[in-house]
């Protein structure tokens, strides 16, 4: 829990600090739920090739983390959540969002079923207000943990065999999204295969006391695999690729907007699959089963765009010069060799195949150009490698 | 062939009796489960001292639906009035009593000016409490204003108000959200009026006279009608359970069926949809709908529980400010007290104790701290003297509503009803020296005691504070003002729905409309 002075620091740092500090040679912070977190270590094309080639380790403690307990806990995570949360047993990881009552989504997250009935819940954004007003009529309790418990990702092809060095034995054969605790320097080293890469990956969890003894040790592992630690824009670039949505850039947490029309729900962010109807209750319920009888009014798609220029909060029209819809993400993908863009449409737009254009302008010399670059909707992640879900995994 | 939809409605108070009623008359096989002994909720005539009988809660009829009168035949089920229209008493030692009879002086002292501005003011209030009064028999509007379905019952509301000209609309959109001291300051000089009219303003709730939305709260007090007088008070022959009475009849005859001392544990909910209640002895009862008298966060979070609902809705509903201010008073007496100043021929009338707006504000001011007040405000009857069944020959019943007895009393009211108790006698003594000698016996109801003994929250007399954010489509909170809950099958029909409390019957009559499939 947080110390009661906790807001006398502004700014915090995390527990691999005085290590990501001394790799940091472009010195490029910024801050991330009140924590000092790198952009870049030396240069993002190497870092994003960390990813996709050996082995990227990326400090990801400031990720928002509660520790939801009590007889309730399954009951409670049922109301909280769209999806059946029974159905993500002990030692196993979920993915899921939740709503306001209008069925807009607020955040999405991963639920982390640590042990029989109870539940660390981590997101983007601060929760505690409304997971303590969820609990109202539920014997739950719930603690905020994020500064209690620091984490790594370690992901790309090697990170398996970086860990199996590291003295994980067995690790390759953790399916995904699977959970499992090794003994770690006299304590608890919790790891978890799952990431926001869309690649063969995996997150540890550890007391932050021991954060800098996991740090070295895992960097002296992965010498011969090409470790890298890298920041968060190398993260984003692999994230675009997945396919991944990010609070706050391809959706506005519904608790945040002012403006009706700027939320989304599941089903506008491609996320029907978390939508489970047969539960008899959870927040949004009424509103999302009277959405899925009168349709949507956005869908996100994914846009293979034509061109090499990234389409930076591109407008989107359909082939009449309408405009129905705006980019919220985009780059230039080196693993699929195209430029993309994740997209917020309006109905009926954005169906599979149907080609788009996007509106784009960019800089040359100080000149702007104005590029209609067609596009077409794609469906699925635009890289996803087998090894992302191979196991046992790659281990050497 | 389809079968008879089944109903159960909790709890017997008015509005379950006539929601029941109503729905028996539209076909449905209704049950209503009262876990008192008797039915009638808060309306009730019950003996507090061998011999002395009074109306338990409510005491004074100004707000119950004509309509549901004449409908439900209640004159013919036995409701008859020992008086229908009492006259407003103030008073105040040192000052002849004031008398007042809507907008006309009876008794009392009072300038030429004072006179028409009371003309001018009465006229102009009952003017306005009629916009209020024609909201009463309406389902509340929805604000989504997706079809005319939504829009027509809101453009209603706003032609009402623009149907008053342009002259009083403007002075209707100016005070309707204003306190009631500033109106009343604005108009008349004579500190009695003021305190009687604003007595009105405050009393079952928790403002004072400076609070904000206090003059909606008069309008509101002023919206019933009796033997098609507005504003009228009645006292009922034989207490308000003659009113509760009659609706047992009126249910029996419509088919309905009433079960006492059966008390609701839990509604119980199958995949989402409410399927019947749960008694306290265990019994489950099936019922096609669900029906609620009893007050919100009863039945959504006590009975129904939060889980079964969605988080922004639950909190709301927790969040509904539900705390009783009012207490009543009860003394059994062994002859006719003697008030100074007071007329013999006013004893019967209704007596009010707030001789101007400061006492009352003082009054108040405790109560925001979790307080009593030291020196109350009081609503005093003497039913006995209309109705010679409540009292012994030659004994009285005093029948009193007393403000401000704040239900989260600071320490608790089992060491706060004595001194509360003797506060109250004081101030009674000195309007009336010699009352209590005369006292046989004396009951003091907090509003925790009228939790405890009615079931309601807070004892709040309303089921949630009448109050511009919580009334109409905000009423008890919005997703559940049109008296259907988001869970399907069960519905809300009490005070704490639109249009609100008081004896009146129309959240009952509206709910029912609701439910039989006709708006």
Redesign the interface.
């Known amino acids: 829990m947080l110390a009661r002075d906790h807001f006398r620091q502004l700014v915090c740092e995390t527990p691999f600090h005085p290590r990501t500090a001394a790799l940091n040679q472009l010195n490029l912070w910024h801050r991330w739920r009140d924590h000092t977190v790198a952009d870049a270590y030396f240069d993002v094309g190497m870092e994003y090739n960390a990813i996709r080639n050996s082995c990227a380790v990326f400090d990801l403690s400031p990720m928002t983390k509660h520790l939801i307990t009590g007889p309730d806990a399954l009951a409670y995570m049922n109301r909280l959540v769209t999806r059946d949360v029974a159905k993500i047993k002990p030692a196993r990881v979920g993915y899921c969002v939740w709503c306001d009552d209008a069925g807009q989504v607020i955040d999405d997250g991963t639920i982390f079923h640590l042990r029989e009935g109870v539940y660390r819940l981590c997101s983007q954004e601060r929760q505690l207000d409304w997971l303590h007003s969820s609990a109202l009529g539920f014997d739950v309790r719930i603690v905020e943990e994020t500064n209690d418990v620091a984490g790594l990702a370690v992901q790309g092809p090697t990170s398996c065999a970086v860990l199996k060095s590291l003295g994980l034995a067995g690790i390759e054969t953790l399916t995904p999204f699977g959970l499992r605790s090794f003994p770690f320097a006299g304590g608890t080293l919790e790891v978890s295969r799952t990431g926001y890469t869309g690649d063969l990956g995996y997150e540890l969890w550890i007391n932050p006391e021991r954060a800098l003894q996991l740090w070295d040790a895992l960097f002296a592992a992965g010498a011969d695999h090409g470790i890298r630690a890298i920041g968060t824009l190398a993260l984003e670039m692999s994230r675009i690729e997945a396919g991944f949505i990010q609070a706050g850039v391809d959706f506005l947490p519904a608790d945040r907007a002012v403006r009706v029309d700027r939320t989304r729900s599941p089903f506008e962010l491609d996320l029907g699959r978390l939508v489970d109807f047969s539960k008899p209750n959870f927040t949004g319920r009424r509103a999302l089963l009277e959405e899925q009888h009168r349709g949507s009014r956005y869908r996100l798609v994914r846009l293979d765009v034509e061109g090499n220029k990234p389409a930076k909060d591109a407008y989107i029209y359909d082939q009449r010069r309408t405009n129905v819809g705006v980019v919220t993400s985009s780059m230039w993908s080196p693993a699929a060799k195209a430029s993309i863009a994740l997209a917020s449409v309006k109905m009926p737009w954005g169906a599979p195949g149907e080609e788009l254009a996007a509106e784009i302008y960019y800089q040359k010399e100080l000149k702007w150009n104005r590029f209609m670059a067609r596009c077409r909707v794609v469906e699925g992640a635009f890289f996803d490698p087998p090894r992302r879900r191979a196991t046992p995994a790659a281990d050497r | 062939m389809t079968e008879r939809q089944t109903v159960v409605v909790i709890g017997a108070g008015h509005n379950g009796l006539v929601c029941a009623t109503y729905l028996a008359r539209a076909g449905r096989k209704v049950l209503v489960v009262e876990a008192a002994a008797q039915p009638g909720g808060a309306a009730i005539t019950r003996e507090f001292a061998p011999g002395y009988r009074v109306s338990a809660v409510a005491h004074l009829l100004h707000l119950l639906d004509p309509v549901i009168e004449r409908e439900l035949a209640l004159a013919r089920h036995g409701l008859s009035y020992a008086r229908s229209s009492l006259v407003n008493v103030s008073l105040s030692p040192g000052r002849p009593a004031l008398s007042l009879d809507g907008g006309d002086v009876i008794a009392g002292e009072v300038s030429p000016a004072d006179r028409s501005a009371l003309q001018v003011h009465a006229a102009r209030m009952q003017k306005f409490a009629r916009v209020i009064a024609r909201q009463h028999a309406r389902v509340p509007p929805r604000l989504r204003f997706e079809s005319w379905h939504d829009v027509l019952p809101a453009a209603a509301v706003a032609l009402d108000i623009r149907l008053l000209g342009r002259k009083d609309m403007r002075e209707f959109l100016r005070i309707a959200t204003m306190n009631i001291y500033d109106v009343l300051e604005e108009q008349f000089e004579h500190a009695g009026i003021k305190g009687v009219l604003a007595l009105d303003a405050v009393l079952g709730t928790r403002l004072g006279p400076r609070s904000g939305n206090s003059v909606y709260t008069a309008l509101y007090r002023q919206s019933g009608s009796v033997n098609g007088r507005s504003g009228a008070l009645a006292l009922p022959q034989g207490g308000m359970g003659a009113v509760s009475n009659a609706l047992v009849s009126a249910a029996r005859i419509a088919g309905v069926e009433i079960r006492c001392g059966a008390q609701v544990e839990e509604i119980i ?4 949809r409410a399927t019947g209640v749960r008694l306290r002895n265990g019994e489950e009862l099936r019922a096609d709908r669900v029906v609620s008298n009893a007050d919100p966060k009863t039945t959504l ?1 006590r009975l129904l ?11 709301r509903v ?1 969040q509904l400010r539900a705390v009783g201010t009012a207490a009543k008073l009860h003394l059994a007496l062994s002859g006719r007290p003697q008030f100074r100043g007071l007329p013999a021929g006013l004893l019967g009338e209704r007596l009010v104790i707030a001789p101007d707006l400061d006492y009352i504000e003082s009054a108040f001011n405790p109560a925001k701290y979790g307080e009593f007040s030291a020196q109350p405000i009081m609503e005093v009857t003497l039913p006995s003297l209309h109705d010679a069944s409540l009292a012994p020959a030659g004994h009285e019943v005093l029948s009193a509503v007393v403000q401000y007895a704040p239900y989260d009393l600071k320490g608790g009211w089992a060491a706060g009803k004595r001194p509360f108790l003797a506060a109250i006698m004081a101030v009674l003594e000195e309007h009336a020296p010699g009352i209590g000698a005369l006292v046989q016996h004396a009951e003091l109801l907090t509003p925790l005691d009228i939790e405890q003994q009615f079931g309601i929250t807070g004892g709040h007399w309303h089921h949630g504070e009448l109050a511009l954010d919580q009334f109409m489509m905000l009423r008890p909170v919005a ?1 559940a003002a049109q008296y259907a809950t ?1 869970v399907a099958g069960l519905y809300l029909c009490g005070a704490g729905c639109h249009p609100g409390g008081g004896i009146m019957g129309s959240a009952g009559r509206n709910a029912a409309r609701v439910i039989a499939g006709g708006r």
């Open positions: 909910v199958r995949e989402g979070l529980g939060a889980r079964h609902l969605e988080t922004e809705f639950a909190r927790q997703g988001p």
